[in-house]
């Protein structure tokens, strides 16, 4: 069982990162938040909790062994929480936490489906179902609105890792790879450090192209 891993940040891909130990590479998985909040440690040494599982049916196919990792045990353990809701798997639950688990916490506390639904892949039926097996379960994990901003700074990073973060995610909706994206993203950042917004970077990537409105590769 692999509870932990602390590592070089060697790389930071879609839906996962490189961790390298001792000579040895390993994948692990993440959520769009935890994400976010690694993107601007490239080449750091960080530290995540882990999950460890084998992906597969036994005497089907390849067994895989996979590693899902979080910033903190308070995700891991909502994390463990959410995969027991019939039909949420561990990628789909991660593809799900795309803002942090105190606030998806108390959409379920509250049964606020029109929050839930905002998570990609959960749709009205899977809001309900997640409402009507976790809630009262979670609610140690639930935050208030006051502790709304302690929380996003904890999880999300500071704020100009989140503005980082998302103009990367518009370049990369765009159609840009993750590491030309955090390229061109950086040297809007080196070149003008006032800027406070996702859309002035992407403003400054455009003006800054070969050719109007194109975007340099």
Known sequence: ???????????????????EVNGLAYEVLVSPVTLGALLPKRDQEVSLKTIFYIQGTPGIGNMIPV????????????????????????????????????????AIEDADTAILTTLPGIGKQKAAKIIAEL????????????????????VGGTEEDNIM?????????LGYRRQESEDMVRRAIRKHEGIKSAEAIIQEIFRSSAKPGVVPR
């Not at 973060?165 to 909706?173: D, F, N, P, T, W």
């Open 135 to 154: 809630k009262g379960k979670v609610d140690r994990f639930a935050i208030t609105p006051d502790e709304d901003q302690q929380m996003e700074k904890a």
């Open 67 to 106: 590693l899902v990792g979080f910033m903190t045990e308070t995700e891991k353990e909502f994390f463990e929480y959410f995969i027991t809701v019939g039909g949420i798997g561990p990628r789909a639950a991660l593809k799900a936490l795309t803002m942090p688990v105190g606030r998806i916490a108390r």
């Open 1 to 19: 069982m692999i509870s932990a891993i602390t590592g070089n940040l060697s790389r930071v891909l879609e839906d996962r990162v490189v961790l």
């Open 165 to 173: 973060g998302e103009a990367i995610e518009v370049l990369m909706q």
